[in-house]
């Protein structure tokens, strides 16, 4: 609940179930329900449903929930066949690698988060296949990332950016991502945009309030919280729901712009 973009998510998802008569509890847990302490006393605590935004990649913690009766929808996470709310992260990470290709950018590094959840994953794959067809192979040193943490993403940013071949933009994983790696550049003495351009992911409320403000991917955040609480209902009262995917959409500010000459 550090990153703006999911704290919205859950504060729609909490307006909405309030308006339909039901309280909430937020528990922050570890990546798989199956291994979060939290998530023992809201199961024993006559619980009506569950909006859980930890799932990984690995559907049998989900598996043995669903097979124990709780009832449960995804959100900003998907895992296996259960049911949830997500954004095409594959399509909405491919249009920002685009983005930058478009300017003519050719050194693209991905400033990534953990690959065993699907945000992680698909924001990866879709940063790939963007440079893939344009027939760019990018050097192992831009990709980089690992847990979600500013501290992990500082490291990562710096590792990038003093990669002997040093890459003229970047894709982030989150706009803390982004926006850790602009600090980082700073620290340097790389200039954003001229010498360095940065796109972030999620749109959240501070990217265009920044003194450079940020390209970001837009999802629509409260739109998805609020959904996941109307399919959990549908759950609750014994229907079969389908997941629903929302489209991302690219949008352009200050923080990114065509590459600069290559320095003498």
Known sequence: LTDSGLAQMFDAAQHAARVHGYQTVTVAGEQSPDEAEPWRGLLDGRTDGLVIATASLDPSPLDRLARSGVRFVLLNRSSGTHPG???????????????????????????????????????????????????????????????????????????????????????????????????????????????FSVVGYNDSEIAGLLPIPLTSVRVPILTMGETAVDLLLRVIAGEEVESMTLPPVLIERESTAPPSSPRP
């Open 85 to 195: 709310v997500f954004v095409d992260d594959f399509l909405g990470s491919r249009l920002a690698t685009e983005h930058l290709l478009r300017l003519g950018h050719r050194k693209i590094a991905h400033l990534s988060g953990p690959l065993d959840v699907s945000t992680g994953h698909q924001r990866l794959e879709g940063y790939r296949r963007a440079l893939a067809e344009a027939g760019i192979t990018p050097d192992p040193l831009w990709v980089d990332g690992g847990p979600f943490g500013l501290e992990t993403w500082r490291a990562a940013a710096r590792s990038i950016l003093l990669a002997p071949d040093r890459p003229t933009a970047l894709v982030a994983v989150n706009d803390t991502a982004a926006i850790t790696a602009m600090a980082v550049a700073r620290e340097l003495g790389i200039r954003v945009p001229d010498e």
